[in-house]
Structure formats: C-alpha cells, structure tokens
C-alpha cells in the first residue's frame, strides 16, 4: 500500500472490496475447474441453467437481471445452451418481441444431477467459517448487494428522468 499512501482513499472499503472480489474469483475458479469442466460448462453456463431450473420458463431479461449481465451475454450464453440440447428459447405469447427460456428434459436432468455436486463445493468453500460466521458473512454480503443494487437503480432513474 505504499504507492497508495497519501492518497485521499478509503483503505478499508478497499480491503472489503478487493476480499470480495478475490473470494468469488477464487469459488468461480474452484467450481469451474473440480465441478463444471467434466461438462463442458462456464460457470455462467451453470448459473443460467440453475436460474432456469429453479424458476422455470423465464424471459431471457430477467436471467440477465439475476445475474448481474446484459441481455446479449445471455442470448450468447442460451445461444450455446441450446445448440447443446439442454435449453429452448420460444417467442412470448404476451409480446413477441420477449424471449422465454425453459430447461429441456436433457438440461433439466444435468441441472439436477449437477446441483449437488456444485453445493459440495459451496460446503467446502464455507467450511472454513463456523455456521454463525457463514450466516453473519451471508447476511453482511446480502447488504452490499443491496446497496450496490440501490445504487444502480438511482443511476438509472436519473438517466432516464434527464
């Protein structure tokens, strides 16, 4: 931190930052290499066949929403999904300009013999925490999501009030 000293900064909300940042590169890594490789899949891959599989037929805006991307990572991501027999994509029946995704049976069996295996890992990655320390770490972590969401929102609003 010597190049930083005397910087007008917040050295705290850095380490909390950066220890975030760090934490989920390392899961994402561990996932992808002891879980996911075997079947050929990103972990944004398995993130958008678990959104599909645990809400069912869902607009391809609202997976995007839920993982924090645009809707062209998503149509990318399904776009390969599909060539893989493991998702479909079909036109809404409300506006056809909206895009429905649902789990084929193939996905919906690789989802749910998969699952497991991922919460392994998630089990391995809290174990070094006490059940107390992962509901405290959980609670707080829920938090900064929030409070970066609430701040995206404003951003959004005012752009669109300007």
Avoid: C, Y
């Amino acid at each position: 931190m010597r190049r930083a000293s005397g910087l007008p900064i917040d050295e705290l909300a850095l380490a909390v930052a950066s220890n975030i940042w760090r934490a989920a590169q390392s899961f994402k890594l561990k996932m992808e290499r002891e879980v996911l490789r075997e079947h050929n899949l990103s972990f944004a891959s398995f993130s958008t066949l678990f959104i599909v599989w645990i809400w069912g037929p869902i607009e391809t805006r609202d997976i995007a929403k839920s993982q924090a991307v645009s809707k062209a990572t998503v149509t990318s991501l399904l776009i390969t999904l599909e060539k893989r027999g493991l998702v479909k994509r079909r036109a809404s029946k409300v506006d056809r300009r909206l895009v429905i995704v649902k789990l084929t049976d193939a996905g919906r069996t690789l989802i749910q013999w998969l699952f497991p295996k991922f919460n392994q890992g998630e089990s391995e990655m809290a174990s070094v925490l006490t059940a107390s320390e992962q509901d405290t770490l959980a609670h707080l972590l829920r938090k900064v999501v929030a409070g970066a969401n609430t701040e995206l929102e404003e951003e959004i609003m005012a752009k669109v009030s300007a």
